[in-house]
């Protein structure tokens, strides 16, 4: 008997039965239930571009298990669990363990992120918390180095030992597969560890981060060693073997995540973090101890959920503040009639992407002042979703004209759960202008039960710190810039200090794993890389699949807009030729002349930058099929089961 049919422990089943009883379950027919998502979606405009041919995937129906990941490699190492009769979760941990060898740049056991799950057969929908945690001897002044100019900070930071979190994958993967999967953890490591052995030939995506890596594969010698041999970056197609990463897997595999968090390749892992740069070189040194490794845990957590246009979109709760930032968009923008092109709201509308855009400015705000760990500081999430301060804010929108730069609103009159001033006023405050780029990863798995994982799993930026732990070949990630870098806390302007650092404090996230439900039943799973940025492409995927009616394809390859700060500069998308239908110029000259900021010149085509990388999976509702949708942002790719007809004589 699988773990999908076993019953759960009682504590799990007291959880759903109070669940259960919370929820009232919707009275209506699955052959009734309107669905999102699935192929063949809308019809686009025609476009003179040469458009590339879909995707082998687009438009199959599955009903033995879906999964979409960023790289082939790794989605055949979960699709190969499912057809072995794993669940989700045994198949996400043979992902994520693949992913730190194939896509060693952007996510690992040196780092951490959020595994969003939903269990079918207790209706079950909650979060692994896996965010790396500061260390015992953190500060809130750790970042404020000495001479070192404030546009700098970010680079020296990142690539010090100061930046590293106590990680926490690897924690999660072995919780999750304990508690809730079919396999052991050895079995889910072992097709990583031949890999590593073995080699396999890089992508254009992981040669482009080696070459364009701001030097962060070559601060480090070990670093140096793997990715740039002789000095000379490894090239698409190139053989990367990494056999220190295959014993490090060797060793989890037989003694289990002990020997990380308590034994041999913890102690390699805290010297490793001391090391630090030039600049700084005792300002710089990690703070880690062998005592924070051990005192590591990850937390089981509620999503954060919010009803749109009767759709319940789920995902991430603090420390990430994507959840809580991509409801409030999508409540701000629920009042307009988006999706209809007779109103002047089709998609990439001057006035789709003008509300889409104010919507961010004023959400941002709202994170920058109130999101952070709830486990040291209180977040006013109610405050934050509740309808009527939302109302408040969405009316600050002009359809006619950009608002000035937006303060963060006030919302504890809202939350009788949280204290605080409730007559605070804010001001509006200056852009960060810190330069923090970060990568990521995403990937989704639907099995044939209906279990659900919803995964964003990083080391922060590309590369994390640059420093490769010496003779067990993973990276370590530089989380911690992730704080304040200057402490913020102040009791005169009422502001609450949420992410300024703290010892065992989660640095706040933007990562959004996300489902999507109808009543009870999921009907869609997705999410992305990309920083904050994070937060915009979940929110565009999101408008994509239930106003503008497209499939997941569709919703994944058409142009993304994104503004990450109160003072507004937009990056938008459209240089591939995949990205359809695209932003026109018309469209982003309307917007210039609503006094939209970041778009350039009028007359050019100011939408350039790539954002993010979705991958995401659909259930129809009404026949039970699955689909997948992968992002050709990087090497998306999905791969999907039927399930054999003896056993599931309904496959079509």
């Not at 879909?54 to 989605?75: E, F, N, R």
């Not at 845990?297 to 749109?308: C, K």
């Not at 005169?492 to 009543?519: E, L």
């Amino acid at each position: 008997m699988t773990a999908s049919n076993r019953p759960a422990r009682w504590r799990l089943g007291l959880l759903a039965a109070s669940l259960a009883a919370a929820i009232a379950v919707p009275a209506f027919a699955h052959d009734r239930l309107p669905s999102i998502g699935t192929p063949p979606g809308i019809v686009l405009p025609p476009t003179s571009e040469t458009v590339p041919p879909a995707p082998a995937w687009d438009g199959q129906a599955y009903k033995g298990g879906v999964v979409s990941v960023s790289h082939p490699l790794a989605a055949q190492a979960g699709a190969d669990v499912l057809a072995r009769g794993g669940n989700a979760i045994d198949a996400a941990a043979a992902i994520q363990f693949m992913l730190n060898v194939v896509e060693p740049q952007f996510s690992g056991i040196g780092g951490g992120g959020f595994m969003m799950v939903h269990l079918a057969r207790h209706n079950r929908t909650f979060a692994i918390d896996a965010r790396e945690k500061a260390p015992a001897a953190a500060t809130p002044t750790q970042f404020v180095l000495t001479d070192v100019a404030p546009a700098a900070r970010f680079t020296i930071a990142s690539t010090s030992g100061l930046a590293v979190g106590v990680p926490g994958t690897l924690a999660a993967v072995d919780t999750a597969l304990k508690r809730w999967g079919t396999i052991r953890l050895a079995e889910a490591i072992a097709p990583a560890i031949d890999v590593a052995e073995n080699g396999f030939a890089i992508n254009r995506f992981l040669a482009a981060n080696i070459a364009g890596d701001g030097g962060r594969t070559g601060f480090q010698p070990e670093t140096a060693a793997l990715y740039r041999p002789g000095g000379v970056p490894l090239a698409t197609g190139a053989v990367l073997k990494n056999p220190d990463l295959a014993k490090t897997f060797r060793l989890i595999a037989k003694h289990g995540p002990d020997v990380f968090y308590r034994g041999e390749i913890g102690r390699a892992l805290v010297a490793a973090q001391q090391r630090s740069r030039t600049p700084v070189a005792a300002e710089g040194v990690g703070r880690m101890t062998m005592q924070d490794l051990a005192d590591y845990r990850v937390v089981i957590r509620e999503p954060v959920s919010v009803n749109y246009r009767g759709w319940t979109v789920a995902a991430m709760s603090p420390p990430s503040s994507g959840g809580l930032t991509v409801g409030q968009m999508l409540e701000m923008v629920e009042r307009f009639p988006i999706g209809d092109a007779s109103q002047g709201f089709g998609f990439g509308s001057p006035t789709t992407l003008h509300v889409m855009a104010e919507a961010m400015r004023l959400a941002f705000a709202d994170r920058a002042v109130w999101m952070g760990d709830e486990d040291f500081v209180p977040v006013p999430k109610a405050g934050l979703l509740d309808r009527d301060y939302v109302a408040t804010r969405s009316a600050m929108i002009n359809t006619t004209a950009r608002m000035a730069t937006p303060a963060a609103g006030n919302p504890l009159p809202y939350d009788t759960a949280v204290k605080g001033d409730r007559n605070t006023r804010f001001t509006a405050e200056k852009e960060d202008t810190e330069q923090r780029p970060s990568h990521t990863t995403h990937f989704s798995v639907v099995d044939k039960w209906g279990n659900v994982v919803s995964y964003t799993t990083t080391i922060e930026a590309t590369w994390g710190t640059g420093i490769t732990v010496p003779g067990y070949g993973f990276l370590l990630n530089n989380e911690l810039t992730d704080f304040n870098f200057d402490p913020t806390v102040n009791a005169a302007t009422g502001n609450p200090g949420a992410n300024d650092v703290a010892p065992a404090k989660r640095p706040r996230s933007s990562m959004a794993p996300a489902i999507v439900f109808r009543g009870r039943e999921p009907v869609a799973a997705y999410g992305s890389p990309g920083g904050a940025t994070i937060i915009n492409s979940v929110f565009n995927v999101t408008l994509n699949l239930i106003d503008h009616g497209m499939s997941m394809q569709q919703a994944i390859n058409a142009p993304r807009l994104s503004v990450t700060s109160a003072t507004g500069t937009i990056s938008c998308e459209g240089s591939e030729a995949f990205m359809q239908p695209k932003f026109s110029i018309a469209t982003q000259d309307a917007l210039r002349s609503l006094g939209h900021l970041g778009l350039g010149a009028a007359g050019a085509n100011g939408c350039i930058n790539p954002i993010g990388s979705v991958q995401g999976v659909v259930i129809d509702l009404r026949s039970g099929r699955q689909y997948g949708g992968a992002d050709p942002r990087r090497e998306g790719t999905v791969i999907g089961l039927k399930p054999r007809k003896s056993r599931d004589r309904d496959d079509d």
